[in-house]
T-cell receptor, first 115, second 112 residues
Framework: GAVVSQHPSRVICKSGTSVKIECRSLDFQATTMFWYRQFPKQSLMLMATSNEGSKATYEQGVEKDKFLINHASLTLSTLTVTSAHPEDSSFYIC???????????FGQGTRLTVV | AQRVTQPEKLLSVFKGAPVELKCNYSYSGSPELFWYVQYSRQRLQLLLRHISRESIKGFTADLNKGETSFHLKKPFAQEEDSAMYYCALSGRLSSNTGKLIFGQGTTLQVKP
């Protein structure tokens, strides 16, 4: 299967700072990438859909100014958590797919802790 | 409302016993259903999807539109099946494919 890599795997940041998480498709070009958030012992919640070269589509209740998503190339999407607060601490997971109707592959996730 | 429900948080069985992980869904349209698995310390990976109708690692799942269910079954559980299993749904419209709605997940524990 195709490989999707997230960086960093873990990050600790101070409250009020911003942190960027990268999602890369290593061996394929991803027309669409998705960002999910997972709270402890809970399910994955879709935050936004990111299409290369266009603005991300955010799910209801997700603040677009808080969670900035950029999909600058067919192999890279970034999620920036701006002015992070402790309640933003979570596990963030991205997935990527080549084209419509193809399987989405998942990254290993990024554990964000805001102190 | 679009929703995926997995009623069991934990399912514990002995090796060799049959397994059924339940999944019910709610979707206004024709969805595509998936089962994803996450082994300890590994990333989420696709186990099977209803349109391919295959059996992966001995697991099968049949889409029952009348009962809006997509239960995952295996006749004889193995210890290596122990993992977290997520049922997920995607819309058939191109704008929705790949955009997955996940259930809460069920931890399968297979005891020796």
């Amino acid at each position: 299967g195709a490989v999707v890599s997230q960086h960093p795997s873990r990050v600790i940041c101070k409250s009020g700072t911003s942190v960027k998480i990268e999602c890369r498709s290593l061996d394929f070009q991803a027309t669409t990438m998705f960002w999910y958030r997972q709270f402890p012992k809970q399910s994955l919640m879709l935050m936004a859909t990111s299409n290369e070269g266009s603005k991300a589509t955010y799910e209801q209740g997700v603040e677009k100014d808080k969670f900035l998503i950029n999909h600058a190339s067919l192999t890279l999407s970034t999620l920036t958590v701006t002015s992070a607060h402790p309640e933003d601490s979570s596990f963030y997971i991205c997935s990527a797919r080549r084209t419509e109707n193809t399987e989405a592959f998942f990254g290993q996730g990024t554990r964000l802790t805001v102190v | 409302a679009q929703r995926v429900t997995q009623p069991e948080k934990l399912l514990s069985v002995f090796k060799g016993a049959p397994v059924e992980l339940k999944c019910n869904y709610s979707y206004s349209g024709s969805p595509e259903l998936f089962w994803y698995v996450q082994y300890s310390r590994q990333r989420l990976q696709l186990l099977l999807r209803h349109i391919s109708r295959e059996s992966i690692k001995g697991f099968t799942a049949d889409l029952n539109k009348g009962e809006t269910s997509f239960h995952l079954k295996k006749p004889f559980a193995q210890e290596e099946d122990s993992a977290m299993y997520y049922c997920a749904l995607s819309g058939r419209l191109s704008s929705n494919t790949g955009k997955l709605i996940f259930g809460q997940g069920t931890t399968l524990q297979v005891k020796p």
